[in-house]
């Protein structure tokens, strides 16, 4: 078989996906005119075209901004559907999803919208589909430890009602100048709380970062982690500790984090022992969902099909999933 069915026919978990940055350009201007919400961009075409990226910051003004058209339980159930489409075309069998509360509340939206419209989406294609998946609350990193907390505290008695899904607290957004320690106290309480912790690590941040984030935080995976490399006793570490790495191959080169895919360390972390594993990202905004950054890697790194398979089990045996339910995708 050429590369393309192979990497098309081997089954995937994602562990790295921010559901808001699964909003397409299409949907997105659907939601636009639903809603009568104006978007600064005459077209589809007009608003991709938008998409060039110098630095993570400059993606996030453009996903923050885009996903002010999400304003009912309706919006975030189309939206998770959409994506799980995607996602199973691409022979996904399971996915954790990042949702950023914080970004919706700030413009009035109530967290149980956030919550009801993801996880009916989620459980429909449980249902249906046999799709399988749980959603990791994260808390944005610009913003306040107070703010957390707050956010927190609006989500848990929720949490009840979606003990089957929500099962992880994540960190994400503006990396530099955020370190993990400014959000200890309220990472501490979700770990007494008996969530699984996860923080975006080493993309634009220094190594000492992913040290933090498993030191001062606690943290089972690092997302992203590709900045550990410049320094070899973290390296040494991940890999002893076998700590998870959610990499995004085409994310690090749409924003610079990497300048051409053939230059990515992904491959290089791979074989120094790291549980390296696969991830979209913000598909809508990136290029591209699993299948294609599978592709990019296999292509540019020249990976062999040992190689794809390796990091394609790496990613379910990283899961949260109970062993019992991991055994059951494979
Ligand atoms: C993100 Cl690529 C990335 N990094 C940090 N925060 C994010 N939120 C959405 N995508
Ligand atoms: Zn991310």
Request: proline share 4%; hydrophobic share 45%.
């Amino acid at each position: 078989a050429d590369l393309i069915s192979f990497i098309e026919g081997l089954p995937k978990a994602e562990l790295h996906l921010h559901i808001e940055g699964t909003l397409e350009p299409e949907l997105l201007f659907a939601l636009a005119q639903r809603n009568n919400v104006e978007l600064p961009y005459a077209s589809v075409e007009e608003l991709r075209a938008a998409y060039a990226f110098t630095d993570l910051q400059s993606f996030l003004d453009l996903y923050y901004a885009g996903a002010a058209v999400l304003q009912t339980e309706q919006d975030f159930y189309d939206m998770t559907m959409a994506y799980i489409a995607r996602s199973r075309a691409d022979n996904v069998r399971h996915s954790e999803i990042f949702f950023d509360p914080q970004t919706h509340t700030e413009r009035g939206i109530g967290i149980d919208v956030v919550f009801a419209g993801i996880a009916r989406a989620l459980r429909e294609a449980r249902d249906r589909h046999g799709f399988s998946s749980a959603m990791i609350m994260s808390f944005l990193r610009h913003l306040s430890e107070e703010e957390a907390f707050a956010t927190l505290e609006q989500a848990l008695p929720l949490r009840a009602q979606y003990r089957d899904l929500w099962i992880g607290i994540g960190l994400d957004s503006a990396e530099r100048g955020n370190p993990p320690e400014k959000f200890a106290r309220v990472f501490a309480r979700c770990r007494e709380l008996g969530f699984h912790l996860v923080a975006h690590a080493g993309e634009e941040g220094p190594p000492e970062y992913v040290r933090d984030a498993l030191d001062v935080l606690h943290v089972e995976r690092i997302d992203h982690g590709v900045r550990s490399e410049e320094d070899p006793a973290l390296m040494k570490r991940l890999a002893q500790q076998r700590i998870p790495l959610t990499v995004c191959p085409l994310s690090n080169l749409k924003l610079c984090v990497v300048d051409d895919m053939r230059k990515h360390n992904l491959a290089r972390m791979l074989h120094a022992g790291l549980a390296v594993t696969v991830n979209s990202d913000d598909p809508a905004y990136f290029g591209g969902y699993m299948n294609a950054n599978f592709l990019a890697v296999a292509a540019s790194l020249r990976l062999s099909r040992t190689e794809l398979v390796m990091l394609a089990r790496n990613a379910f045996e990283a899961t949260f999933l109970p062993a019992a339910a991991k055994q059951q995708l494979l």
